[in-house]
T-cell receptor, first 115, second 114 residues
Framework: DTEVTQTPKHLVMGMTNKKSLKCEQH?????MYWYKQKAKKPPELMFVYSYEKLSINESVPSRFSPECPNSSLLNLHLHALQPEDSALYLCASSQRGGGASTEAFFGQGTRLTVV | LAKTTQPISMDSYEGQEVNITCSHN???????ITWYQQFPSQGPRFIIQGYKTKVTNEVASLFIPADRKSSTLSLPRVSLSDTAVYYC???????????????FGTGTQLKVEL
């Protein structure tokens, strides 16, 4: 199984709502990532978890709250978002092996629309 | 962090070989060069990765000169379905002490026509 599964695929939420994005992988990867991608732009790194601990936060606003409950699961909790937060949210995972770098696997993303 | 520079766009025709070059002048000793392909509204997909010289797999080749300050992705005999954005990333996806701050550059939009 070389898949990273993201749910939901699409999400529409109001600015006062609270919602969560979910990401799951069963490849034994111990690094997991959240990226945000606006139309016609490259993915922007938001958070990195390494061994279930937050290791990188790219100065993301607090209305985005990541959580890594276990080594297979990564959540992104959303609260009081703004319309400009509408984007494709991508999850990825990777695992180092034996002195060589390895590829990262990306999910298909969650298309988020804030109204 | 190693910054990458790629052409914004390239055009080609079906059956042609396409070479996309990426410049990464401040690549670090431990960094690998990885290329991803992305179709609209999908997650990036791994194409190929290398450290030095030449790497080939079933879909592409990656050429890396001795100084490693640039790399070239070669796609043989492209088809319409190869129309996508191609990203060059430089860094280490593996887990080290503090995590991995891998960032995407602007990417190259490849358009393949009949």
């Amino acid at each position: 199984d070389t898949e990273v599964t993201q749910t939901p695929k699409h999400l529409v939420m109001g600015m006062t709502n609270k919602k969560s994005l979910k990401c799951e992988q069963h490849m034994g990867h111990r690094a997991m990532y959240w990226y945000k991608q606006k139309a016609k732009k490259p993915p922007e790194l938001m958070f990195v978890y390494s061994y279930e601990k937050l290791s990188i936060n790219e100065s993301v606003p607090s209305r985005f709250s990541p959580e890594c409950p276990n080594s297979s699961l990564l959540n992104l909790h959303l609260h009081a978002l703004q319309p400009e937060d509408s984007a494709l949210y991508l999850c990825a995972s990777s695992q180092r092996g034996g002195g060589a770098s390895t590829e990262a696997f990306f999910g298909q993303g969650t298309r988020l629309t804030v109204v | 962090l190693a910054k990458t520079t790629q052409p914004i766009s390239m055009d080609s025709y079906e059956g042609q070989e396409v070479n996309i070059t990426c410049s990464h002048n401040n690549i670090a000793t431990n960094d690998y060069i990885t290329w991803y392909q992305q179709f609209p509204s999908q997650g990036p997909r791994f194409i190929i990765q290398g450290y030095k010289t030449k790497v080939t797999n079933e879909v592409a080749s990656l050429f890396i000169p001795a100084d490693r300050k640039s790399s070239t992705l070669s796609l043989p005999r492209v088809s319409l379905s190869d129309t996508a954005v191609y990203y060059c990333l430089v860094g280490d996806w593996g887990i080290t002490g503090g995590g991995n701050k891998l960032t995407f550059g602007t990417g190259t939009q490849l358009k393949v026509e009949l």
